[in-house]
């Protein structure tokens, strides 16, 4: 075990063993060593239970010596938190030494988790790529020969169905699954089917506008409802944000050629 990656997002906060360069990036083929979560926190929304979760990340990680800690966070208070705890902490952000050029504007403002999709892209042997993080968010990132253009942000479409769930009067919470695109004959169904099929559709027409405008990209799709999308043919990673981030906090050996 070569060190610990941190994914705080909007939803959890997930701490992944790093095994080494052979679970690095990779596009096409048999997928690379596959990351299982040692440990996972709903990520708090009150400071103190934030200060809390901290202290209890920073002792979880001394079980693995003194090994490096990757953070890639879309969340600047558990960023803030987390670096006070732990000594050995390398934040990954747009300071880092990236492995692609961007065009951002504003490259401060953009998530952590983006610049980690983009240099999983480029470290799996990309210099044009689409990569959709299908999570809280759906973020769409674009990478044209070798440049980072930007994209795309949407709400992902489980957050959507809950939020819909949670505001609109005689809604009640129902999966994110797949189901048949049919009417539904009870308020249930019709919820269930009408998420999926929008948020699949949704996200297959942004892909495809997103193409017409950059031209033909490899799409690789990530994130925790990524295996939903398997089907359109894309390479599906759910670890490709992590993938990256490990490359951008220098746990995978500069240089080395993807499996």
């Not at 000594?87 to 880092?96: A, Y």
């Not at 089917?193 to 996200?203: C, E, F, K, V």
């Amino acid at each position: 075990m070569k060190g610990l990656v941190l994914d705080a997002g909007n939803t959890r906060i997930k701490l992944f063993a790093w095994p080494g360069d052979d679970a690095a990036p990779a596009v096409g083929g048999s997928l690379p060593t596959l990351l299982d979560p040692v440990s996972a926190w709903d990520t708090p929304r009150d400071g103190a239970d934030l200060s809390r979760l901290a202290a209890q990340i920073g002792e979880s990680t001394l079980a693995y010596g003194s090994v490096p800690v990757v953070l890639t966070s879309v969340l600047p208070a558990v960023q803030a938190a987390l670096e006070a705890q732990l000594p050995q902490l390398r934040v990954v952000d747009h300071r880092v030494d990236l492995p692609f050029r961007t065009e951002v504007e504003d490259p401060a403002a953009v998530g952590a988790d983006r610049y980690c999709n983009m240099a999983a892209a480029a470290a799996a042997g990309l210099d044009r790529a689409l990569v959709v993080d299908v999570g809280t968010a759906v973020t769409f990132d674009v990478l044209v020969d070798g440049v980072f253009l930007g994209g795309l942000i949407a709400p992902g479409p489980g957050f959507s169905l809950n939020q819909l769930a949670a505001r609109a009067a005689r809604l009640g919470p129902v999966p994110f699954a797949p189901c048949p695109l049919a009417a539904g004959a009870s308020t249930r169904q019709a919820m269930m089917a009408g998420a999926w099929h929008m948020g699949l559709a949704g996200i297959q027409g942004c892909v495809h506008g997103l193409q017409q405008s950059h031209g033909a990209l490899p799409v690789v799709v990530t994130g925790g409802l990524a295996s939903h999308f398997a089907h359109q043919g894309w390479f599906v990673d759910p670890h490709f944000t992590l993938r990256g981030a490990a490359c951008l906090g220098r746990l995978v050996v500069p240089g080395r050629e993807s499996p």
